[in-house]
């Protein structure tokens, strides 16, 4: 710290935000924030339309088992925010499954349990090493699992063919079977829907998930600087250029931009920008809706319905009256889907709309286009980052080389990891990537 190094920060998200209350909390003074909107939160942050609904850029949840991140939390949020629990149910046949799938197959037609029985018992012993997703889900799942869930929700979410895609972001994210566990659900006829690291969670009592986030705009303001996007970064001489002319130097960067994006737009060789082009995402859209009136009873205390069937263009609805009753004006109600597309497979506006209208009537969640009193839709550039098979190979020479030049590329696709890309984990890559800069 005596050395006094220059640090700039590129993003304002989860990790750039990190990185600035790690600087701010050892008083560390020579520092600047550059981000290209007016607003902190990122891919995080929340927006209010002009009929008074608040949307997130999808579902958003605060949980860690970072005694770091929740001592920040709370101390930002100082209380106001709500515990819930994440009820998550399946829409598929026309009616809904707790979710994870696997363990309340109990729910489906007789032929379609003998069929995931079935093909459970078969891989139960099986000591093959899957080569990638899809591999993975028939030697752990088995065929009908796969076939009724996993396959089809996950070529949605991902737009993207499970064989090209890695097993080894799962972690606790998929929840394997359990043949016993199965067959005692299914024979006494049990729920499991506590599953998870994250089914109990906090969530902002008003201005939606990024509330939390632009709570630190008062507390970096000294360093912060908005409205300011990235034409180019020389890091032979360690200098930023902006679009509006003016330019920064630096002695530690900590970018939490795209990273095909730093790359591309950087003076690395052509080697290091093929592994960045390499790397691959797919593209999204959340779609809000306010309605008018009270919310379904069927809809009541459930955060999210999750979609597996082709006639569905999107793959997740989230309940945002579930959240908090402040993100809806009051005798309304809300919901958003997620839509996941890659540059093979994106639909139309205009299609969409119509796909969530035909739901929403067919299933009596309203009876006409006229209790429908907002709209709000997001197209999102970089939705998922997508764990491909060759992912790790080329983030690790485009880190490596990015090391070598003192850059820190941290965040959801600033570290290209969907399996540490949460808010908390993007959080504390930011703070780490302080604590690392700050002991050289």
């Known amino acids: 710290m ?71 939390f709370n101390k930002i949020m100082a209380g106001d925010f709500f515990k819930k629990e994440r009820r998550q149910f399946i829409w598929i046949e026309n009616k809904l499954i707790p979710y994870p799938f696997q363990n309340h197959i109990r729910y489906l037609e007789p032929r379609e349990i003998f069929e995931c029985l079935k093909g ?11 080569k990638n997703f899809l591999e993975f889900n028939l030697m752990t799942m088995g065929k009908g699992i796969t076939k009724y869930f996993m396959r089809p929700y996950n070529e949605k979410i991902w737009s993207w063919p499970l064989e090209d895609l890695s097993y080894k972001w799962i972690g606790s994210r998929v ?17 499991e829907v506590n599953w998870g690291p994250n089914y109990y969670f906090k969530y902002p009592k008003k201005g939606g998930a990024g509330y939390f ?63 960045a082009q390499n790397l691959k995402y797919n593209s999204g859209m959340v779609i809000g809706v306010g309605i008018e009136g009270e919310i379904p009873e069927s809809l ?36 958003a889907f997620e839509i996941s597309y890659s540059s093979k497979r994106r639909l139309g506006k ?57 850059i820190y590329s941290v965040g959801r696709f600033g570290g290209w990891k969907y399996e540490i890309g949460n808010m908390n984990h993007s959080f504390l890559q930011g703070v780490e990537a302080v604590n690392k800069i700050l002991s050289k």
């Open 2 to 72: 005596a050395k006094n190094k220059k640090i700039v920060i590129l993003g304002g998200g989860p990790a750039g935000i990190g990185a600035g209350w790690r600087l701010k909390e050892l008083d560390y003074q020579n520092w600047e924030l550059y981000e290209k909107e007016d607003f902190l939160g990122g891919l995080s942050a929340s927006f209010k339309d002009k009929k008074g609904f608040i949307w997130d850029n999808g579902g958003h949840i605060y949980f860690s088992k970072s005694d770091y991140f929740n001592n920040v």
């Open 300 to 335: 009541k205390n459930k955060i999210a319905l999750y979609f597996p069937e082709k006639k569905y263009f999107f793959h997740r609805m989230i309940n945002m009256s579930y959240f908090s009753p402040n993100n809806v004006p009051a005798g309304n109600w809300a919901i």
């Open 120 to 130: 459970m018992m078969e891989v139960q012993n099986s000591k093959k090493k899957p």
């Open 213 to 275: 986030w632009r709570g630190f705009e008062k507390i970096l303001k000294n360093n912060l600087n908005f409205n300011k996007e990235i034409k180019k970064i020389d890091t032979g001489n360690k200098r930023i250029y902006f679009k509006d002319n003016p330019f920064d130097n630096y002695d530690y960067l900590i970018s939490t931009l795209p990273l095909d994006f730093l790359v591309k737009n950087s003076d690395l060789g052509q080697t290091f920008k093929k592994s």
């Open 350 to 406: 205009d299609e969409i709309v119509k796909n969530i209208f035909e739901y929403l009537k067919e299933n009596k969640f309203i009876k006409n286009k006229k209790e429908i009193i907002s709209f709000w839709l997001k197209d999102i550039e970089y939705f998922y980052p997508i764990p491909t098979l060759d992912r790790d190979k080329n983030l690790d020479k485009v880190q490596k080389e990015l090391g070598r030049k003192n």
């Open 175 to 191: 929840s394997v079977v359990n043949l016993e566990k199965a067959l005692e659900n299914i024979v006494f006829k049990k729920d």
